[in-house]
T-cell receptor
Framework: AQRVTQPEKLLSVFKGAPVELKCNYS??????LFWYVQYSRQRLQLLLR??SRESIKGFTADLNKGETSFHLKKPFAQEEDSAMYYC?????????FGAGTRLTVKP | DAGITQSPRHKVTETGTPVTLRCHQT?????MYWYRQDPGHGLRLIHY???????DKGEVSDGYSVSRSKTEDFLLTLESATSSQTSVYFC?????????????FGEGSWLTVV
């Protein structure tokens, strides 16, 4: 069965500090992984996905199959990054999400 | 946002009453999903659909049923609402094509069962 684990429910950093949101997964097949973000009072939206190998809003995430991880990183956090972040894994027909990490960036 | 709308956006209902939430998408997406969002649990999949009249259970399907009679509509029904079903419900859809799995979400439906 596919499973996504985000060990940190809350994460707080100061503006300009590096940030890393952790995500671990379990899946028997070849995983497709994503990060979604939900800003206050807005719908969830795609931040990035591993197959694109892209950097969005300064965020990057690398799939590590050996450690079954897909951690989200940003070298210099900004106040506007404060939001709820969800790691997601695509299975055969559905998409499963982690419990989410609420990131707060303090001034 | 892929033209996904949910209705109603807010509803208060009494325990034991039936409730139906509607999700409508205008992008001709093949796949549609219903999730519930709860503190500490994140997003949990209730049911999903991979085509008209093709549906399957997710992680937390007990107490819920769905129907997909048209590509654009995916209905979630609580046959007899309970207080544990108080939650925010999100509908989502994706293309099922080359860009599959870029899920687009609706704005959410806040349901309170009293």
């Amino acid at each position: 069965a596919q499973r996504v684990t985000q060990p940190e429910k809350l994460l707080s950093v100061f503006k300009g500090a590096p940030v890393e949101l952790k995500c671990n997964y379990s899946y028997s097949g070849s995983p497709e992984l994503f990060w979604y973000v939900q800003y206050s009072r807005q719908r969830l939206q795609l931040l990035l996905r591993h197959i694109s190998r892209e950097s969005i809003k300064g965020f990057t995430a690398d799939l590590n199959k050996g450690e079954t991880s897909f951690h989200l990183k940003k070298p210099f956090a900004q106040e506007e990054d404060s939001a709820m972040y969800y790691c997601a894994l695509s299975g055969d027909n559905d998409m499963r999400f982690g419990a989410g990490t609420r990131l707060t960036v303090k001034p | 946002d892929a033209g996904i709308t949910q209705s109603p956006r807010h509803k208060v209902t009494e325990t034991g009453t039936p409730v139906t939430l509607r999700c409508h998408q205008t992008e001709n997406h093949r796949y549609m999903y219903w999730y519930r969002q709860d503190p500490g649990h994140g997003l949990r999949l209730i049911h999903y659909s991979y085509g008209v009249k093709d549906t399957d259970k997710g992680e937390v399907s007990d107490g819920y049923s769905v129907s997909r009679s048209k590509t654009e509509d995916f209905l979630l029904t609580l046959e007899s609402a309970t207080s544990s079903q108080t939650s925010v419900y999100f509908c989502a859809s994706d293309t099922g094509t080359g860009n599959r799995n870029t899920i687009y979400f609706g704005e959410g439906s806040w349901l309170t069962v009293v």
